[in-house]
């Protein structure tokens, strides 16, 4: 278990803030929402729920582009909401090089 | 943070009182999510008594308890199920059952345990007492809502297939499986009343619920509050609204609307809608104080800080708390006088008087999501 707790603090402390330009924060900010609120459908380690599997190999064929737009826009005629009313073009922006590069 | 994981350690280190003598009437668990453990949760002394780790991926886990309160179920995300002695503290059984799960239910005589699975879709039952396989049903489609209803029968729903599943075990190991096909599009989630008579399914892909009378033959499924939200375009939804803690509150249910952030109120007999109450957000669980005098309400992401209280009555909000960052959960005491909130983000359990709402405790959790309190053992559908 400690182990496990270590490894998500380790991930938040690393989190790929480089290529960015978001605020001081921001990231480790983004990376809670997208393990629990994004987590709530997809899984705590998006290996897939309700939501489908997003990691980064299921997550192959995609561009950072296309996948920043499903996250602010959503998927009509499903369950993925669109989430342009809560995060900005930036945040969706980390969000996707974020899942393409997760290791874990 | 620290010092605290380190106070909850020494707690731990202490000697386990199974020596001792005590009931379990008393005891309940919270899921702690990130940490795969349970906190074992003494509702007299609004303490955490103990911790049990190595459950796995706890994220959405729930849990059900053996009909002497003794042992709890616990249903992983990742497909575990984990048999818990909560007097010892120990995990007395342990199988890896499926590779994404979502629930489960304990049957009428308490002698099964059912897992709705997502990965493989369908159903897997085993034994109460060993974790031994009795059956395995396979619905080809991502499998939620499961309940059990009275005669050793299981209900469950087919996100996929729009469809609502009844296994009878009352035969033995063999289930007769009864299928209700067309109640509509993606069930996600479904209730029973507590006196296993009506299974309601929300259906994320339509504008309406899916009602099964479970005394009639034929089973079919009736479209209730049908085109609830026609008028309006739907908000977006950032967390499925839960309908397992449903809210009978004296002749009407409350429930949950989906991409609108109104509770509706619907009447217990005719099933038509009564009324509707506006709220902070998307609610995700509404769930009646055990008398039925008051429905409690928590809301998705971006606005699961708050909980607001709706009198059952006049269908108004009489009062509203901020526990803090992601509130997930609530559970009420048996006889409705005390309310237990997991406030993830705050690693805190937070005890409220229900008539003053006056805070009584706070618990330390790590990342708490769902409470169970052993008197579940004895209600049907929970």
Known sequence: MPERL??????????????????????????????????????????????????????AARTPEGLAAVILDGIPGTAMPPWRPLISPEDADWIARYLLEDEE | MM??????????????????????????????????????????????????????????????????????FVFGRDGGLTKVDILTQDIVGRVMQAGNSIGGAISDD???????NYEPGGVRVFDAATLAPVADIPTGSRTLGLVDVPGRRFVFSLWDAGETWVADFSGGPEPAITKI??????????????????????????????????WQEPLRARRILDGYAKDDPALPVYKMPHLEGWALAGERFALP????????????????????????????????????????????????DTVQVIDTLSGEIVHELKPGPAVLHMEF??????????????????????????????????????????????????
């Open chain 2, 257 to 304: 609307a989906i991409g609108r952030h109104e509770v509706l109120w619907m009447d217990a007999r005719s099933f038509e809608e009564v009324g509707r109450t506006a709220v902070h957000g998307q609610p995700v669980f509404a769930v009646a104080r055990p008398d039925g005098r008051q429905v409690w309400v928590n809301f998705a992401h971006p606005d699961n």
């Open chain 2, 110 to 116: 308490g002698t099964l345990v059912a897992v709705s």
């Open chain 2, 3 to 72: 010092l605290r994981t380190l106070i909850v350690a020494l707690m731990l280190a202490l000697p386990a009182a199974a020596a001792e003598l005590r009931g379990t009437g008393d005891l309940g668990v919270a899921v702690e999510r990130t940490t795969g453990s349970l906190l074992v949760l003494d509702r007299s002394e609004h303490a955490a008594i103990g911790r049990v780790e190595g459950l796995g991926d706890l994220s959405h886990a729930s849990v059900v308890f053996s009909p002497d309160e003794r042992h709890a």
């Open chain 1, 6 to 59: 270590v490894a998500l603090l380790l991930a938040a402390a690393t989190v790929p803030a480089a290529a960015s330009g978001l605020p001081p924060g921001r990231a480790a900010e983004l990376e809670t929402l997208v393990r629990q609120d994004c987590g709530a459908c997809h899984g705590i380690t998006l290996a897939g729920g309700l939501g489908s599997d997003i990691r980064p190999a299921a997550l």
């Open chain 2, 181 to 214: 096909t067309g109640i509509g599009a993606n069930p996600y989630d479904a209730l029973v009343t507590a006196n296993g008579r009506t299974y309601i399914a929300g259906l994320f892909g339509e504008d309406g619920l899916a009602e099964i009378d479970l």
């Open chain 2, 333 to 382: 005491a048996p006889r409705g006088n005390e309310v237990w909130i997991s406030v993830r983000d705050a690693n805190r359990i937070d005890v409220y008087d229900t008539a003053s709402f006056e805070k009584i405790a706070e618990i330390p959790a790590e990342s708490p999501s769902g409470i169970f309190f052993t008197a579940r053992a004895h209600r049907t559908g929970l």
